[in-house]
T-cell receptor
Framework: AQSVTQLGSHVSVSEGALVLLRCNYS??????LFWYVQYPNQGLQLLLK??????LVKGINGFEAEFKKSETSFHLTKPSAHMSDAAEYFC??????????????FGTGTRLTIIP | NAGVTQTPKFRVLKTGQSMTLLCAQD?????MYWYRQDPGMGLRLIHY???????AKGEVPDGYNVSRLKKQNFLLGLESAAPSQTSVYFC?????????????????FGPGTRLTVL
């Protein structure tokens, strides 16, 4: 079964510093991978997605992620953190349901705090 | 386009009471999903639907029922609420045609319903 593991439930970085949020996946089929962001008291918003077209994926708000098959990883990065990046981030992988259609399996989330 | 909307935004129930959460989408999506979000556990799939009139169980279906009578609406019901069902509930929809067709599952989420069961 497909799964994702997010290392670090809480990450704090200083404003202007590099943001690195880790995600490792397990999948028996070529995966489709996603990062979603959730701002306080809001729903989830798609940040970026990997669909096998390119291993380095650029998303909104300056975020990007690199798919590394050899490491089964899809880490999220941003060169310079901004106060507005404070949110919870979820990694997700597409998996196949019992009915043969796809569904998303989410990681447990990483809460990002930005230190002024 | 309103996207995915959820009603109500907040609700407090007493143990044993029932309620229905409504999800509506105006993107003509085939698939719809109900998740619950609990601290430290990410999002867990409760039920989902692959089309009008169809529903299926997800990861944590016990204590919930769903119906999809119209393509744009997906209802989540709690027949007899329990404190363990205190959570934030999210609805999502997607228009994928399936991995076999080379498509992927990009889900669009509603703003959530915060439910407290006392």
């Amino acid at each position: 079964a497909q799964s994702v593991t997010q290392l670090g439930s809480h990450v704090s970085v200083s404003e202007g510093a590099l943001v690195l949020l880790r995600c490792n996946y397990s999948s028996s089929v070529p995966p489709y991978l996603f990062w979603y962001v959730q701002y306080p008291n809001q729903g989830l918003q798609l940040l970026l997605k990997y669909t096998s077209a390119a291993t380095l994926v650029k998303g909104i708000n300056g975020f990007e992620a690199e798919f590394k098959k050899s490491e089964t990883s899809f880490h999220l990065t941003k060169p310079s953190a901004h106060m507005s990046d404070a949110a919870e981030y979820f990694c997700a992988v597409t998996s196949i349901s019992n009915f043969g259609n796809e569904k998303l399996t989410f990681g447990t989330g990483t809460r990002l705090t930005i230190i002024p | 386009n309103a996207g995915v909307t959820q009603t109500p935004k907040f609700r407090v129930l007493k143990t044993g009471q029932s309620m229905t959460l409504l999800c509506a989408q105006d993107m003509n999506h085939e698939y719809m999903y109900w998740y619950r979000q609990d601290p430290g556990m990410g999002l867990r799939l409760i039920h989902y639907s692959v089309g009008e009139g169809t529903t299926a169980k997800g990861e944590v279906p016990d204590g919930y029922n769903v119906s999809r009578l119209k393509k744009q609406n997906f209802l989540l019901g709690l027949e007899s609420a329990a404190p363990s069902q205190t959570s934030v509930y999210f609805c999502a929809s997607s228009s994928t045609q399936g991995l076999a067709g080379g498509r992927y599952n990009e889900q669009f989420f509603g703003p959530g319903t915060r439910l407290t069961v006392l």
